[in-house]
C-alpha cells in the first residue's frame, strides 16, 4: 500500500510569485486535506476536498486554491506570495469524509524570500 | 471556537523516566480527539483516535485517555527514539470536518 506522497520536497520562491504543490493520497482514499504549519506550531487547516469538491475551508485568503482529480490526487495552489507564506505544507488524505484518522504525506517546505 | 491546549511545550527526560503529556481541549461537542507524534521536518504520524470520556488506548510504550476536558498520553519507561513532537487534534461534532490542532509538546529523551 503506497502512502500519501508530495511533490517537491523543498522549494523556493520569491515574494510575489505564485506556487504549486502536488499531492497523491493513500490508495484508497477519497479525502484530502491540505495545512499550513509554520515553524514551532501546529498544523493550521487550508481546505479539504471529498470526490473532487471543496468539502471545507480554513481562515486563508483566497489566494489559496485548490483542486482534487478524478484519481483523488490534490494541487495547492498560491498565488502572490508573501513571506509570513513559509512554511511547511501538509497533505492529509483519509478513506472517507466521515472517517476521521488522517494519514498525513512528508509535507513540502516551502520558503518565501 | 474550539481550541486545544498542550502543555508542556517541551520536556526532557531520561531513558526509562516514565511521564504524561496533556492536551486540554474546548468543543461544542467532540467527535473524536487525535494523538499524532511528528519527527522534526517531516508530516504527522498518527498514534491514537478516541472519542469519549473513560476511553483508553495504548500502544508500545504509549497510553492515551481521555475525560471530557483533557486528554493525557503517558509514556512509559520511554527511550531515545521516542524524541518528537506528540500533537494534539479535535473534531467537533458540528458537522464540519475541520480538526483543531494544538502547538504541540517537543519531547526528548537523553539516553
Known amino acids: 500500500e503506497t502512502g500519501v506522497t508530495q511533490s517537491p520536497t523543498h522549494l523556493i520562491k520569491t515574494r510575489g510569485q505564485q506556487v504549486t504543490l502536488r499531492c497523491s493520497s493513500q490508495s484508497g482514499h477519497n479525502t484530502v486535506s491540505w495545512y499550513q504549519q509554520a515553524l514551532g506550531q501546529g498544523p493550521q487547516f487550508i481546505f479539504q476536498y471529498y470526490r473532487e469538491e471543496e468539502n471545507g475551508r480554513g481562515n486563508f485568503p483566497p489566494r489559496f486554491s485548490g483542486l482534487q482529480f478524478p484519481n483523488y490526487s490534490s494541487e495547492l495552489n498560491v498565488n502572490a506570495l508573501e513571506l509570513d507564506d513559509s512554511a511547511l505544507y501538509l497533505c492529509?488524505?483519509?478513506?472517507?469524509?466521515?472517517?476521521?484518522?488522517?494519514?498525513f504525506g512528508p509535507g513540502t517546505r516551502l520558503t518565501v524570500l | 471556537e474550539d481550541q486545544v491546549t498542550q502543555s508542556p511545550e517541551a520536556l526532557r527526560l531520561q531513558e526509562g523516566e516514565s511521564s504524561s503529556l496533556n492536551c486540554s481541549y474546548t468543543?461544542?461537542?467532540?467527535?473524536?480527539l487525535f494523538w499524532y507524534r511528528q519527527d522534526p521536518g517531516k508530516g504527522p504520524e498518527f498514534l491514537f483516535t478516541l472519542y469519549s470520556a473513560g476511553e483508553e488506548k495504548e500502544k508500545e510504550r504509549l497510553k492515551a485517555t481521555l475525560t471530557k476536558k483533557e486528554s493525557f498520553l503517558h509514556i512509559t519507561a520511554p527511550k531515545p527514539e521516542d524524541s518528537a513532537t506528540y500533537l494534539c487534534a479535535v473534531l467537533s461534532s458540528g458537522g464540519s470536518y475541520i480538526p483543531t490542532f494544538g502547538r504541540g509538546t517537543s519531547l526528548i529523551v537523553h539516553p
Open positions: 468543543v461544542s461537542g467532540l467527535r473524536g
Open positions: 492529509a488524505s483519509s478513506v472517507d469524509r466521515g472517517r476521521d484518522e488522517q494519514f
